[in-house]
């Protein structure tokens, strides 16, 4: 079983950047994508972009380009998202989802994080 | 961009009766077609892969169905557990999601 422990909900000002991270309790977190899917309050499913971790190789969505950095610290088995130049419209629930396939993600998602709550307001 | 349309956006029903589930994409997404269901307050979880493969657990009432551009998630029994939006995913170029169909209780 593997679990995906995200950190706490964050206020964020307008202009101003977050980072989540998330937190893998599987020992082979290395080869497994990770991405990072957003949900925006009572809206649909968005995902974001990915990471596998042993290449260090990323992928993201056009629209969130030059704006998104995905992360990862293997020391920790740890993700990191990062979003910059918050705007009201990226208050959402992000959370993280696990990719199956080893070294070669199969981009469905298998397990995900508990969520975390971004608020940007003024 | 490949654009996912699910239909209909709500569906009530009743606990035992049969559950019909539409996505359809806009370009063929060969079977790199997922299903998750979402409760409330909680993460999507994935109910099926590759068009027609159920994951870990998930019960045989849960049947996944189509190819190329049409698919269908079909819950052959409703059970009370079974209330929740549902969420197609295709995985042919990078993820997308469709927008949901909200099964309610009639």
């Known amino acids: 079983q593997v679990l995906l422990v995200q950190s706490g909900a964050e206020v964020k000002k307008p202009g101003s950047s977050v980072k989540v991270s998330c937190k893998s309790s599987?020992?082979?977190?290395?080869?497994?994508?990770i991405s990072w899917v957003r949900q925006a309050p009572g809206q649909g499913l968005e995902w974001m972009g990915q990471?596998?971790?042993?290449?260090?190789?990323?992928n993201y969505a056009q629209r969130f380009q030059g704006r998104v950095t995905v992360s990862t610290d293997e020391s920790t088995s740890t993700a990191y998202l990062e979003l910059n130049s918050l705007i009201s419209e990226d208050t959402a629930v992000y959370y993280c989802?696990?990719?199956?396939?080893?070294?070669?993600?199969?981009?469905?998602?298998?397990?995900w994080g508990q969520g975390t709550l971004v608020t940007v307001s003024s | 961009e490949i654009v996912l349309t699910q239909s209909p956006a709500t569906l009530s029903l009743s606990p035992g009766e049969r559950a019909t589930l539409s996505c359809r994409a806009s370009?063929?997404?060969?079977?790199?077609l997922a299903w998750y269901q979402q409760k409330p307050g909680q993460a999507p979880r994935l109910l099926i892969h590759?068009?027609?493969i159920r994951a870990t657990g998930i019960p045989a009432r849960f049947i996944g169905s189509g190819s190329g551009t049409d698919f269908t998630l079909t819950i052959s029994s409703l059970e009370p557990e079974d209330f929740a939006v549902y969420y197609c995913?295709?995985?042919?170029?990078?993820?997308?999601f469709g927008g949901g169909t909200k099964v309610e209780i009639k």
């Open positions: 599987a020992g082979t977190f290395s080869s497994y994508a």
């Open positions: 370009q063929s997404v060969s079977n790199f």
């Open positions: 995913q295709q995985r042919s170029n990078w993820p997308v």
């Open positions: 990471i596998i971790p042993f290449f260090g190789t990323t």
């Open positions: 590759d068009v027609s």
């Open positions: 989802a696990r990719s199956p396939g080893d070294y070669v993600p199969q981009d469905y998602f298998d397990y």
